[in-house]
């Protein structure tokens, strides 16, 4: 049961983060530009960290499934120790994809909302928000190569 509940999570995070990118293009973006004198254009890196999250989400959705299907013979030591493995590298690239998620949507919010009286976000709150966006983003990524490539070995050669 623990793998479908996380699988459908994953699924219904995916769907929500979907529609949440679409409502921040269409709603928010030109605000955004306007409350940081920033073109539109030079945005991409938060829609760039909102397809990271839609695209990792469904990956992990579906590790769910490769878990449940490719651990049955526990009690083997080495079948164990892939899955220990195997569940290190999901684990970790759902905390490092949860903060993501965290800093595309909430952090994001909670800058407009305090300086949305004001109608400006000081620009160096928002290039740190940037910098620290773009890191995730690529940190992410980086942590999900490690884990489709190791999907796609099947654990088989865990030390590479």
Same mark, same amino acid.
């Given at each position: 049961?623990?793998?479908?509940?996380?699988?459908?999570?994953?699924?219904?995070?995916?769907?929500?983060?979907?529609?949440?990118?679409? /409502? @921040?293009?269409?709603?928010? %973006?030109?605000? %955004?530009?306007?409350?940081?004198?920033? !073109?539109?254009? /030079?945005?991409?890196?938060?829609?760039?960290?909102?397809? /990271?999250?839609?695209?990792?989400?469904?990956?992990?959705?579906?590790?769910?499934?490769? $878990?449940?299907?490719?651990?049955?013979?526990?009690?083997?030591?080495?079948?164990? &120790?892939?899955?220990?493995? @195997?569940? @290190?590298?999901?684990?970790?690239?759902?905390?490092? %994809?949860? &903060?993501?998620?965290?800093?595309?949507?909430?952090?994001?919010?909670?800058?407009?909302?305090?300086?949305?009286?004001?109608?400006?976000? !000081?620009?160096?709150?928002? &290039?740190?928000?940037?910098?620290?966006?773009?890191?995730?983003?690529?940190?992410?990524? $980086?942590? @999900?190569?490690?884990?489709?490539? /190791?999907?796609?070995? $099947?654990?088989?050669?865990?030390?590479?």
């Amino acid at each position: 049961m623990h793998y479908f509940e996380r699988w459908d999570a994953h699924n219904k995070a995916r769907d929500k983060a979907r529609k949440d990118a679409a /409502q @921040f293009a269409a709603d928010s %973006l030109e605000k %955004l530009s306007d409350m940081t004198k920033t !073109p539109t254009s /030079q945005l991409k890196f938060i829609m760039d960290a909102w397809k /990271q999250v839609i695209e990792c989400r469904r990956i992990l959705k579906w590790t769910y499934a490769y $878990g449940y299907y490719s651990f049955e013979d526990e009690g083997e030591k080495e079948v164990e &120790q892939r899955r220990q493995f @195997f569940e @290190f590298l999901q684990g970790d690239a759902e905390r490092i %994809l949860d &903060q993501l998620h965290e800093w595309a949507e909430m952090k994001l919010n909670g800058l407009r909302d305090e300086y949305a009286e004001v109608g400006l976000i !000081p620009a160096d709150k928002f &290039q740190d928000f940037r910098k620290h966006l773009i890191g995730l983003t690529d940190v992410t990524h $980086g942590s @999900f190569d490690k884990l489709v490539a /190791q999907l796609e070995r $099947g654990f088989e050669d865990m030390h590479k």
